[in-house]
């Protein structure tokens, strides 16, 4: 059983983990927090392991995963993006829209949270039944459409966030980089259609798409740090960071009591997201 589950565990991280990276930068896809991509990916990731901790330790659940999920990155990312273009236009720096934007989130979190706990407290789940089907139906396509236009975005480093910006992809640099999304979107559908049965099926397939690219880079002599300035590969950060050294993101120092917060945080255009935390 130990094994079982150990190789379960080793599946869900490889299942995991390029959605935890791609959630980041869509969640962030403002070019204001470009320089803190990779940071922030490594955010997603240990939000994910503490959640999945939590569900080890205290759900009734054996099965359960705790992950980041993609229905909230809708208004994550809209948050995230209003935040980053006022204040730009406030003359602000990235970091405060950064600290801004991770303040507003932890609330959104915690709101979140605890209207999850009063709906089981007062079986309110019932009232879902009243949501007409249709509805729920759109609001799951638009979510499908919105993580499509993120990777469309993630793989070839343009914006896409209106209908009329997808006529930015209609390049040769773009199109060269499409193809193999579109290329790994039909092995992945393949995989589930044909092998959904082996566990192992999807993790497998997960690892050999990478490596093939980096198999036909290297036959195409084509360098690591080429790749990263062409945009075909993700710039790492620079320098290493303990998980604890996230908390700088939030650009918040302690020491500089009440007047180093009211400066690090943007508070007016944080006052004027709160709505959508709710």
Not at 214 to 226: I, K, N, P, Q
Request: glycine share 8%.
């Amino acid at each position: 059983n130990n094994a079982r589950a150990a190789i379960f565990g080793f599946v869900n991280v490889l299942v995991s983990v390029p959605g935890l990276i791609a959630y980041a930068t869509i969640v962030f896809q403002d070019k204001t927090y470009l320089p803190y991509i990779g940071s922030l990916s490594k955010f997603f990731v240990f939000s994910s392991a503490v959640q999945q901790i939590v569900f080890v330790a205290m759900s009734d659940l054996p099965f359960a995963i705790g992950q980041v999920q993609d229905v909230g990155l809708i208004f994550l990312s809209l948050m995230a993006s209003g935040i980053a273009a006022a204040c730009a236009a406030a003359g602000i720096g990235a970091e405060v829209a950064l600290g801004t934007a991770l303040v507003l989130f932890s609330l959104a979190t915690l709101v979140t949270g605890l209207l999850t706990l009063a709906v089981g407290k007062f079986r309110l789940a019932q009232l879902v039944q009243l949501m007409p089907l249709p509805v729920i139906g759109g609001y799951l396509g638009y979510v499908g459409y919105f993580c499509v236009a993120g990777g469309a975005a993630l793989a070839t480093g343009v914006q896409v966030d209106t209908p009329a910006s997808w006529a930015r992809l209609l390049n040769a640099d773009a199109a060269a980089k499409l193809a193999p999304l579109v290329a790994t979107v039909a092995v992945n559908m393949l995989t589930m259609a044909h092998l959904s049965h082996h566990m192992l099926a999807l993790p497998a397939v997960l690892v050999a798409v990478p490596v093939a690219f980096h198999v036909a880079r290297l036959a195409m002599g084509v360098t690591m740090e080429d790749a990263m300035a062409a945009g075909w590969v993700m710039t790492p950060t620079a320098g290493s960071q303990n998980f604890f050294d996230l908390w700088k993101l939030f650009n918040i120092d302690p020491s500089q009591g009440v007047a180093g917060l009211a400066s690090s945080i943007y508070w007016p255009e944080l006052l004027r997201q709160l709505p959508k935390v709710a």
